[in-house]
């Protein structure tokens, strides 16, 4: 058995032709449609990025226990589970989180891993020289001068002149080279992962050709997370560089395509395309993600996904309720090994052959903010009911910063105490770090207020929907949810729900 992942970084499925876009060219996702499962109902778990990435390992929710962190001691892990029964899993990335300390006991679980330096403000290139960054600098937006991401940025793009020298662009080429090399041989696991197209919107002049854009000002291709304050002509640039990035992702994922053409890979090889999660650029007023509820643009996401096993899924649409958990169960049964007791993902070979159900509703969130539940067609926002969103509390062995370790000196200023063991630890008692009051995670959630949208009558989510029946379920769909998830007890009083 054969599988490959193709992963792409912040990837909002309202720019994909087959999910409807007319703007942006990108011929290789319809292609690919027309040769996977298309899920019409894929929807994040645990926000953003690496613990997305905790779910693709370990098949269950963790925004409920823990932030950004590294996989804990007690965590499962896929390509280690597939490693330990003989299948060689290889990870290339240019996602500069897998080095730092948040994500940095990733890559290890991997039989073989390689990493593409340069994106966004990746500490990679070092050059001191007077006049190197200054001279573009002057090129910044004046919210981004003088930082040090954005120093990092500058350098790292002065280095790679060139398409070829882009991070995108060289990791397809080593994702390639995987496969030319390793095609005619068996039990593998290839995971070729862009941060592309997340921002920084740096994008080769034949893309931008793609997608015409008036705009003549000054160098603005990074949004900041917060709510919209630029002019439409910006907020129109920005649309046309993300969609221009979109496109040059189009182009290197038709590379994967005629690979998989040429090495005749089709009748037996998995091939999963997929996101952690979309991108907001300017709806609902707002940039970017995690400052803001996370609206069906960031939420609700693409993926494709071919199993050889299932030919007659070719160019069928699924509209089963899938999520990010179930990538894991999925690879899992498919390589024909049973999935561990605490993963809540389902294998989606079902789902994929006949669209079967593999639930009735899903969680979705960031951890200190909104918890969410969609059953596909409802979506319920539940804040915290108090403003200064407590009681909180992490709970870790390892505990991190996204891009730093704990010192001694705030350890030592932290109210901490070990917590019994949750069903998911294998027996192990946690660190229970209690949260300050007023912490918020990324955003103030309580100011929002408890959200209910029904996608299929509202699908810009634009007017809130108020109906007592349909959001007592929702409640009772959550609370079984966090239930199954071994939930902290303080997050339903956070909530200010009972208990199930």
């Given amino acids: 058995m054969k599988a490959v992942m193709v992963m792409f970084d912040s990837l909002n499925r309202r720019f994909l032709s087959p999910y409807g876009c007319d703007w942006i060219p990108t011929p290789n996702f319809t292609r690919l449609a027309g040769l996977t499962a298309c899920f019409e109902n894929a929807c994040v778990g645990s926000m953003p990025c690496m613990p997305a990435r905790q779910e693709i390992h370990t098949g269950r929710y963790n925004f409920l226990h823990h932030g950004w962190n590294p996989l804990q001691p007690y965590d499962d892990s896929m390509p280690e589970i597939l490693r330990g029964k003989g299948v060689t899993t290889h990870l290339v990335s240019d996602h500069y989180h897998y080095w730092e300390a948040g994500g940095a006991n990733y890559h290890p679980r991997y039989s073989s891993w390689e990493a593409v330096r340069g994106q966004e403000c990746d500490p990679w290139q070092c050059d001191l020289r007077p006049g190197i960054v200054p001279d573009l600098e002057t090129m910044l937006p004046l919210d981004r001068r003088g930082s040090k991401a954005s120093r990092h940025d500058l350098v790292n793009r002065y280095h790679t002149p060139n398409e070829e020298d882009h991070p995108q662009p060289q990791t397809f080429a080593k994702g390639l080279e995987f496969l030319n090399r390793n095609h005619a041989c068996d039990n593998w696991f290839l995971h070729m992962e862009t941060f592309d197209p997340h921002e920084p919107y740096r994008v080769p002049e034949r ?112 509209k089963a309720l899938v999520q990010t958990i179930d990538l894991a169960p999925t690879l899992l049964e498919y390589f024909g090994v049973e999935r561990t007791p605490d993963m809540q993902g389902r294998p989606l070979r079902d789902v994929i052959a006949s669209d079967r159900a593999v639930r009735e509703a899903g969680l979705f969130g960031l951890f200190g903010a909104h918890v969410n539940v969609t059953d596909g067609r409802y979506v319920y926002m539940r804040a915290p009911v108090s403003a200064d969103n407590s009681p909180l509390a992490e709970y870790l062995l390892n505990p991190a910063h996204m891009a730093g370790r704990y010192t001694p000196e705030q350890l030592a200023r932290t109210d901490r105490e070990m917590a019994p063991p949750f069903p998911h630890t294998k027996g192990l008692s946690t660190m229970r770090i209690w949260q300050p009051k007023g912490a918020q995670g990324y955003y103030g959630a309580h100011r929002f207020g408890h959200l209910l949208f029904d996608l299929r009558n509202d699908p810009g989510q634009e007017s809130p929907l108020k109906d007592a029946k349909v959001e007592r379920r929702m409640i009772d769909l959550m609370r079984g949810l966090m239930r199954d998830t071994n939930a902290p007890a303080e997050q339903y009083e956070r909530l200010g729900v009972e208990a199930p």
Avoid at 211 to 223: I, R
Avoid at 233 to 253: F, K, P, S, T, W
Avoid at 279 to 303: I, N, Q, S
Wanted: some cysteine; proline content about 8%.
């Fill in 207 to 318: 893309f931008r050709k793609l997608v015409p854009d008036p705009y003549s000002g000054p160098l603005f291709d990074w949004p900041a997370y917060r709510e919209v304050s630029e002019s439409p002509e910006e907020i129109r640039h920005l649309r046309a560089l993300n969609g221009a990035l979109v496109a040059m992702c189009d182009h290197y994922l038709g590379t994967v395509l005629d690979a998989f053409d040429r090495h005749g890979l089709w009748k037996d090889t998995m091939l999963i395309v997929n996101t952690d999660h979309g991108f907001l650029l300017g709806e609902h007023g707002w940039w970017a993600k995690c400052r803001m509820p996370f609206y069906d643009e960031v939420a609700h996401t693409p993926m494709f996904i071919h199993d050889p096993r299932c030919p007659r899924a070719a160019g069928q649409r699924r």
